[in-house]
């Protein structure tokens, strides 16, 4: 595995992380009843949720890094009901029932994070602050209010329009135009969240082993054998919780692959400025675009931004979680957005890769009759969804047929991308097509 490694120093959560926890690599041979590969919040939560369900289980999770090095330890922290890239595509390609299903479930795994935080005092900065999705141009006004209408044709009553001045009375923006608001999200510390989860899973019973890459997966006899740098693993049950990296992984070349976004975090806004933008709802914002652009506040009052123009390396490569150019886009963003900020000094960038299957849909997936699992396809929507997953990941591993191993997106067959350079072409021109929709709606806008 070409990895990412010295990419995550930038990160805001992990300069404003307390202390970290380290956990030994694995050295020698053990034998448990699951492995685990990858070491984020889908691994952990698995873990945690297996030792939840049978204690007697011999759990270890192998993580290449440290745990939280990848997506979890690097994104935004908004916990949101988006399932896959767009409601749009996923009407689209699955229908309307599956839309709205998908939908419950996204609900479902928000409910269920916010029980875990009760139910263990987990301080990871968690608050429902609510999403908007905001239209910057009369184009974004037009989809957004159908998919708020796409959800009340499907009886769910979640998303409210707000007209340009109800918005205004929230966070006051020249290019802001109405949004839809969605009172059910919120947003969180995903680093926090990551170790909390790491303790759990850990005081559950399940073993931690970081700086351990699996290099190989061998099945012999009905048993998985996983090879290591310093030894190796036999397990009756594997899961693949190794997200954007996974075609990293012999065998799992074509499942997903890796598309990477960028973020700024600014230095923290004085009262004055905070006065001139409002933002005391502190809610989580999307725009509209394809390549949609995400902020919010953090505990201390700074401005994370991130999105814009992604990047889908060729043949898979991860060691791009750097973009001066990604970064230089986002501070101009946050000028344009509040222009009283223009100027504010930029404290934190960087980037990470977050997983994307052929359709944008998210997958869980299993082999071998059941024996290995694997979840793929999150987007760059898998805080509280990973969460979820976890639960079914454990039903999939202990052989049970439950209501969430019945969900549509679970074992459902799926086209593997392409080898490349087929592979490359083809995400270049879908890139190409929505950078065009994207530039055609926003140009719309500066003709007002
Ligand atoms: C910049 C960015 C912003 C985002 N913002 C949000 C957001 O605001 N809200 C939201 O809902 N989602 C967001 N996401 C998506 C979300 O972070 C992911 O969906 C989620 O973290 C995926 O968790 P995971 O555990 O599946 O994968 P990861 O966190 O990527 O974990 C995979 C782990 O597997 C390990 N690994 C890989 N290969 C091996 C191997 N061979 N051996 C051992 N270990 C291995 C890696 O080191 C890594 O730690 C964002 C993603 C990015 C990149």
Redesign the pocket.
């Known amino acids: 595995?070409n990895g990412s490694a010295g990419a995550i120093e930038g990160c805001y959560w992990q300069a404003d992380r307390e202390t970290r926890e380290v956990s030994p690599a694995l050295s020698g041979d053990i034998k448990v009843d699951v492995a685990v590969?990858?070491?984020?919040?889908?691994?952990l939560a698995a873990a945690y949720h297996l030792k939840a369900a049978d204690p007697g289980l011999e759990i270890a999770i192998?993580?290449?890094?440290t745990?939280?090095?990848?997506?979890?330890?690097?994104?935004?922290?908004?916990?949101?009901t988006l399932f896959g890239a767009s409601v749009s595509l996923m009407k689209a390609l699955h229908g309307k029932e599956r839309v709205r299903q998908a939908h419950q479930y996204m609900v479902s795994a928000i409910a269920a994070l916010e029980a875990m935080i009760g139910k263990h005092a987990i301080d990871c900065d968690y608050e429902r602050t609510g999403f908007l999705k905001i239209a910057t141009a009369p184009a974004y006004i037009s989809r957004i209010q159908d998919e708020i209408e796409l959800f009340q044709s499907l009886g769910i009553e979640d998303f409210e329009w707000l007209d340009r001045d109800q918005l205004a009375a929230r966070i006051r923006s020249p290019v802001f135009l109405g949004a839809s608001w969605e009172p059910g999200c919120g947003l969180l510390n995903?680093v926090k969240w990551l170790d909390a989860l790491r303790r759990l899973a850990c005081a559950n019973g399940a073993r931690l082993f970081e700086g351990?890459?699996?290099?190989e997966v061998q099945r012999e006899n009905s048993l998985y054998r996983l090879t290591c740098d310093h030894g190796t693993v036999s397990a009756e049950k594997l899961v693949f919780?190794?997200?954007?990296?996974t075609h990293?992984?012999p065998g799992m070349r074509s499942k997903q692959l890796p598309a990477f976004?960028?973020?700024v975090v600014t230095e923290p806004l004085s009262d004055n400025q905070r006065a001139e933008i409002g933002w005391a709802g502190r809610e989580g914002i999307e725009d509209g675009l394809n390549f949609m652009h995400?902020y919010r506040l953090t505990q201390d009052d700074r401005i994370l931004a991130?999105g814009g123009p992604g990047f889908i390396p060729f043949a898979g490569r991860m060691n791009n979680d750097a973009c001066p150019k990604a970064w230089s886009h986002l501070e101009r963003f946050i000028g344009e957005t509040f222009p009283p900020l223009r100027g504010i000094r930029i404290a934190h960038r960087w980037?990470?890769?977050?997983?994307v299957t052929l359709n944008s849909t998210p997958q869980i997936g299993t082999l071998h009759g059941g024996s290995a699992i694997y979840?793929v396809g999150?987007?760059?929507?898998?805080?509280?969804?990973?969460h979820m997953n976890g639960r079914i990941i454990r039903d999939l591993v202990l052989g049970r047929n439950t209501e969430l191993t019945d969900l549509w997106f679970v074992n459902r067959r799926s086209l593997p991308f392409p080898p490349e350079p087929f592979r490359a072409i083809g995400a270049k021109s879908v890139m190409a097509a929505m950078a065009l929709d994207d530039w055609w709606c926003d140009r719309r806008r500066e003709q007002q």
Do not use: D, K, Q, W
């Open positions: 595995m590969i990858g070491g984020g919040f889908t691994g192998l993580e290449a890094e745990a939280g090095f990848g997506a979890s330890g690097r994104n935004a922290g908004f916990v949101m995903p351990t890459r699996v290099t919780a190794t997200n954007a990296y990293l992984i976004s960028y973020i995400y991130g980037g990470g890769a977050f997983s979840s999150c987007t760059g929507h898998g805080v509280a969804m990973t």
